[in-house]
């Protein structure tokens, strides 16, 4: 009884008198707005334009559902509960990349990181929605780039060059499943140039990666552009998602230059170590489900070869885990955790492009050499190029994924010198367009580096004003 | 050799004359059981004697598979499996809020946080089994509580106002869909009374809302009782599920008062950061992928509007997630990471009533505005109202969640009026029998909060006797 | 603009002069190579022996798509879409696993624990797809082990002793399923061996346990063995997979010893607490949905059991959480974590065995004795035994898996006497098969167990030159 009046005092009190102080504290707000955010006015004019030709919006459940089940309606609904649970895996890899990234980097970068994987994917699916995924299909285009439906405007699947439901998808779970995939190929940036990359420039070169150059490239192959015409193979998108998600993260990285502390003065290359391990090896963990969502979701279609798919999928990060771990430990003496984390990566890109084609053996030893590759293109980035790519995704996305892209030819019954084509094609294209961009963010924020104090300090309390551990104890003299 | 011989002298060494210490061990045991536990015996008499009738329990699997596959049976099956999947994304959300509160929480009252979690799913189900699924969907009562079929034990559908499978669900996915949402409503209350409530306070709590309450209001919407009649729509729960548990957590915090700290001499509240901001992210991003079980399944059957409302409901978690960044960004001229997620889960919270019936601009509207008034929301219970909420529980389900309800008489072809009625009746019943709750409980219990010196030294310490970090060097000066 | 000029310069300053320092640094690859791993070249060339049988490979899709969908095509299809999920959640329990058994280890030992669970993860895969499927389901054997198709080569259902898809699975998707359980027995021994064990003695041994015990023993039941004709029922695995996994490691155990520290002068048992309650409790929560692909997926199809079987599990481990949580409390005076999670653990290894045949009540009793088992085995195992288990392993795995097959014969109209058999004659093949094992691997290694001053610093810098958690200050004095 005593305890209850206790309780209430203690609530009276704290209420008491300060109810007042509220206005002063709202006053304050937005005196420290950055003032190049102001170009965002400018921007949302135009999005609202667009927003306009929206509001005609399709019916929202679309179909209707048939007095009887007919064979198209039941696979109609097979490909759409399948589609969607690929998603949902698909998705869930912005966590498992999320953690891996703030796991291989260092405590005091980690809020930064995490922000920076959280915001890329909200973006990602905003201007994939208003504008990528019509530039992607849009059969209002040419063989260039696409365009139409904006904002998923059209209720006629044709507009994104769909087959109507039930023969087909449904035109949302479609743009679920592909806006999961051009969000990956933003997070995939996000790890090659952390600790040092301003968060506002991020940002924008993700909406730019994601709204306009993914989808230009993509384009090419995935909706019947000039490089599915020539023969180019790309099942799940070795090439398309992974290695343009790296080649955009190497000129960002190269741009940039290393950490610092990264190279003494003799320009040997340090190990810094990251700080969470725990929380990378489940990230990896977690990547290697979503790839049962990645891979055998991208048949777009729920019939016998999804788990064929998986199984070659399985076999190929299995055999990549297995010889990353080996060369490492062979390499340095040591089974290194971050070369099996490495090692299954590098297996899953590999065989994204041939999972579909390739007989079981072909997909284990396709895993089994990226889990190879992967261990020398650290060393490779790192001491020879002296970029400095802290958690390894030019490795296993850009190296594995152009291995993998070629291993079509060999395993998996591609025209080899067709895959080459399609690597050169749309990794010059990606060079180029992120060149122009890095450039021009650059040119508008004043650069994209943080200032050497605040990097020295680390970028969670420069750029975000908190600590990610908050009552640990930290060793400030590690790197 | 040596080291075989070493090993066999050592495993010898340890086990001799040790073994009959052991009696004395056992025989130490129950002398500390908290007296008032055994009010748990005449409880558990009730239960027994309802198991009784729960003895002639249905055939296990229940329905036969037919000899030819016919279109109804097809659809059964479907619906089975989506369903299935859809409540395991849902139970998954338990990591989510187990991982998002712990991770805003210190780091002295994790172990507490994530016992609560647990527990309180682990008690929501068998409690939900034993008398709410009844209460909620049983219709051997009246518009305002639900009867019959206690403990699952009828093998009648219509029990359970259920159609019989094939044509609906199977009894068993009903309950396991509803049983997740019931301790998701359970599991919000912990974010906003964590670190200051015993423990034991908090579990009876949880008892009462999912076995008794949380059933009464759903009771009258999601089982045809005097709200559908009126014309109430809440599709998914914004306001059912999340602003239910909301209600609860705002009476509960409100009687606790603030943490000790919180508020200076002067009542300015101060920030008190959370401990593992790796974790908040992760949980974050399990709760997106869950809300894909949690709306789409909401359909609770598998066609073609599963997609549909799974677009919608990603369009409105990316554009909360993108104000409230933006918001934070803003107002306090840094993107604050928890604002980012809380964005997020503004946006999904705010989607659930209306997923199925707005169009998509509507939803992504809908999140966005949700995103801002999130982040507005905390300052005003931080400051102004002096509640105190930890995790920002009040506002993302509370705010949001009534919010998301309007919504649907805004962009979504409800009635605002309806809606309105709906969120007061529903608030006003869950806050009136929370009120009596927490109160009869610290009656019981001598109060609801722990001693001074335990909120000091952490509810690890207090209550559960261990740390959740053991190993690490804390920083014992941080609030 | 200037600041684009100093990056340019920077790039250019790292980059000059340092690229011939490449050759040398690869020149030293292999210098420290553990001169047993040659051992690999003889395997290596078995391997590829069979492989070349594999290289007539079946066509990578197998199944036409029929003009029209039959109702066998269409089961076909639910059955592989619901078997691909089901694995794709089983294959999520190594994270799980990984999580569970980090975080209840030290800090000092994360990495190694890491390393262990991901990487017997890949070998399991790619010794299972070698020879663990064929020796378990190959029909080329007899009642003892089975034989025919390694490497998946052969594209006869027959093979494996597979329905023909559509009236059954795929034989891709059967593997995938069954290659997670395997993967899961060996994931078990991690835990109980760990802190002490050699890296490459504890992977052996897994491909030993994954590649050929398991599957013999599997063999007897689920590959219609003589197990199964004499009636003992273990329908998801309480003793094919949990109890296996738990003998391997109780032999490993009380071979290794307990670690350093363990007991004091006098025998007594110390506690040594975990490090990251975090990640333990997630792991416990991953499991938890886990064990919804792991029960009812073995149903192996789609029918309307598996959200019957879903219920029954969920029920189990609900009931196991509450009975340890309370358990612990009235025995120690306080609700310890550790135990509410194994307690919600060993409830889903007890219904393991019967969730297809029990009723509800059955299954919640079930659980919820297993969750007092559960809590008293860690005691007999820590005190009276004085076998050192770090995370429970053999209480939960080992004492329930024994349980819960014995609990079929109690509520899920099992023959008490036959389930006795069952568990004896597979728990005393594995000790006999685990004792041979680790002792042939002691003695080519010379010892499982890492020295002394190595177990004291920490396996993770031993043997991976790594820490987990770089950056933090941690407590050297603790245990």
Known sequence: MTAKLALHKRVRRRARSQAVSVVGKFGSLLKRVPIYWFAAIPLAAVILGIWDLAATAADPQGIEIPETLDADYVQGILNTVWILVASVLVIFMNA???????????????VNILSKNLIVFALAMVAYWAFGFSFMYGTGGNGFIGAGGFFLSSGDPATYGLDPFPAGLPISVSFLFQVAFAATAATIVSGAVAERIKYDAFIIFSLLLVGISYPITG????????????????????????SVGA??????????????????????????????????????LILWIGWMGFNPGSQLAADSAISYIAVTTNLAGAAGGVTGTFTAWIKDGKPDLSMSINGILAGLVGVTAGCHAMPYWG????????????VFAVGFFDSVLKIDDPV??????????????????????????????GIASIGGFTVLFSF???????????????????????????????????????????P
Not at 253 to 282: C, F, Q, V, W
Not at 364 to 374: F, H, K, P, R
Not at 459 to 474: N, Q, R, T
């Open 363 to 374: 997909a284990a030893l396709t895993g089994a050499i990226a889990g190879i590759l992967v």
């Open 96 to 110: 498992g990349f999320a953690m891996l990234e703030a796991g291989f980097c260092r405590q005091k970068n980690a």
């Open 436 to 478: 122009i961009a890095w450039y021009a963010i650059s040119f508008v924020l004043g650069g994209i580096r943080v200032h050497e104090e605040e990097e020295m300090k680390g970028l969670d309390i420069g750029e975000h004003g908190m600590e990610a551990y908050s009552g640990f104890v930290k060793d400030t003299a590690s």
């Open 247 to 284: 080649w955009a993260a190497l000129v960002g990285a190269a741009i940039l230059g290393p950490r610092l502390g990264k190279y003494d003065e003799e320009g040997n290359a340090r190990a810094i170590p990251g700080h969470n391990m725990s929380i990378a090896t489940l990230g990896c």
């Open 392 to 421: 390894g995704a030019l490795s296993v996305h850009g190296v594995c994924g152009i291995w993998g892209t070629l291993a079509v030819g060999i395993f998996g019954g591609g025209n080899i010198v067709h895959q080459f084509i």
């Open 219 to 242: 384009h090419w192959t995935w909706a019947g552009g000039w490089l599915s015409e020539l023969g180019f193979t790309d099942f799940a998108g070795s090439t398309i998602v992974h």
